[in-house]
C-alpha cells in the first residue's frame, strides 16, 4: 500500500530536493567547463549574463590543431592494452586465488592489496632507471607495463572476489563430467563472474586513462597521453583556459558511453550478483 501521509510526501520532496542539489553540486564543474569551452578567449572570465552572446567554436578547431588529438590516441592504446593484459593475466589469477586450495592465499591478498594502495611515486623511480638502460622511455611498452602495476593488482583482487561467490559445487561437477579444470572456468565459472569481469575492466581502464604521474615521467613527444598534453596549453605567462576546458570534455566525453553501457554489470558486482 503507498503511503500518501503529508508526512511522507513531505520527507519525499525533502529528500528530492537534497538529491537533486547534491547533483546539481556536482555536475557544476562539467557545466563549467562546457562554459569556458564555448566561450571566445577575451570573455572567458566575464560573467554569461553580461556577455552571453560571446560565443565561439574556434576552441575546437583550435584544439585539433594542437598534438592533444594525438595524446588522446595514445591513451586509448596504452590504457586499452594495459586493460586487455591486466585481464588475461588477472583474471585466471583471480579464479585460482579463489578456488584453488594452497596455503599462503592470506599473504597474497595483502600483497595484492598494497600493490593496489602503493602510490605509484614508490614505482617509477626504479622503473625509470631500469627503462633508461633498456631502452623504453617514451614507448608504447614501457608505459603499458608501468600502468600494469596498477591495473593487475586491481584486476586480480576485483576478481578474486568475482570468484569466490561462485559455488564451488559447480566447478566441481563441471569437473565429475570429464571437464578439464580450463573449461571448467572458461564455460562455468567466467560467465558465472562476468559481471565481475566487466566492472574490472571498466575500472582499469579508467585508472590507466586518468593516470598523470607515469605518463609525465616515463612518456616524451611521441607517447605523451591526454593527461599531460593538457599542460600543454600552460605556458610561462598565459594559460588557456578554454582550450583546456575543451581537453577536459574530450577527456570525458569517451568514458560516458562505457560506463553506460556497462553500469548494470557494475550494479551487479558490487551487489555481489552472481548466478549460479
Known sequence: MIDNSPEFRIKKAIGTTVMLLLVTF????????????????????EPIWE???????????????????????????TAGLSTVFAMLVGV?????????????KFIASWILLLLRMAPPVGFVIPLFLLYVNAGLIDTYAGLVFAYMTLTLPLVTWSMWNSFSQVPDELIEAAIMDDASLTKAFLLIALPAARPGAVAAAILAFLVAWNDFFYSL?????????????????ISFDSVDWAS???ASIALTLPILPLMAIANRYIVQSLSGAVKG
Request: charged content about 15%.
Open 26 to 45: 556536482a555536475a557544476l564543474p562539467t557545466l563549467w567547463a562546457l562554459l569556458l569551452a564555448f566561450r571566445a578567449p577575451d570573455a572567458v572570465f
Open 51 to 77: 556577455s552571453p552572446l560571446k560565443l565561439t567554436f574556434d576552441n575546437f578547431f583550435n584544439i585539433t590543431r594542437s598534438d592533444f588529438p594525438k595524446a588522446l590516441m595514445n591513451s586509448f592504446i
Open 92 to 104: 585466471p589469477a583471480g579464479f585460482a586465488l579463489a578456488k584453488s586450495r594452497v596455503s599462503g
Open 217 to 233: 615521467i616515463i612518456t616524451r613527444s611521441d607517447t605523451t597521453t591526454a593527461p599531460v598534453a593538457v599542460m600543454n596549453f
Open 244 to 246: 583546456i576546458a575543451v
